[in-house]
């Protein structure tokens, strides 16, 4: 009987754990350390190339300060975390960051209106 390999359930989790990661400010390394494992296993936990067990899940909770229910779907954090899921790459952290600095609402608008009519030119 051949286990079951992981696929795409298991990428979804697998970007929530890293979601949750980068906001706690937490290393791959770090964060294997608190597991026990190697930070090569975190990453492939936030992959989805392994799959994460329920006991692991629960000590990624307890490591990233989050209940196990916070990596899936039907919870009440859900969109959140949803619509954050784009962070998933360093320059979108870089972006938001630099976004969230700038003070004047009018400049803020204008940003948004010249990102969104250069997106509308990529259809």
């Known amino acids: 009987?051949?286990?079951?390999?992981?696929?795409?359930?298991?990428i979804e989790l697998g970007k929530r754990i890293r979601l949750r990661r980068?906001?706690?400010?937490v290393s791959q390394s770090e964060l294997a350390d608190k597991l026990g494992v190697s930070f090569q296993q975190v990453q492939k936990y936030e992959k989805g190339v392994n799959r994460v067990g329920a006991a692991r899940l629960q000590q990624v909770a307890t490591a990233l300060d989050v209940p196990v229910t916070f990596f899936y779907d039907g919870d009440n954090k859900a969109r959140e975390v949803e619509s954050l899921l784009f962070l998933d790459s360093a320059f979108s952290l870089r972006l938001l960051r630099a976004y969230s600095k700038i003070k004047?609402?009018?400049?803020?608008?204008?940003?948004v209106s010249l990102?969104?009519?250069?997106?509308?030119?990529?259809?």
């Not at 980068?22 to 400010?25: H, R």
């Open 1 to 10: 009987m051949k286990p079951r390999s992981a696929g795409k359930p298991d």
């Open 115 to 123: 990102m969104e009519s250069i997106a509308a030119n990529e259809d």
């Open 104 to 111: 004047d609402q009018a400049v803020q608008r204008q940003l």
């Open 22 to 25: 980068v906001e706690q400010k």
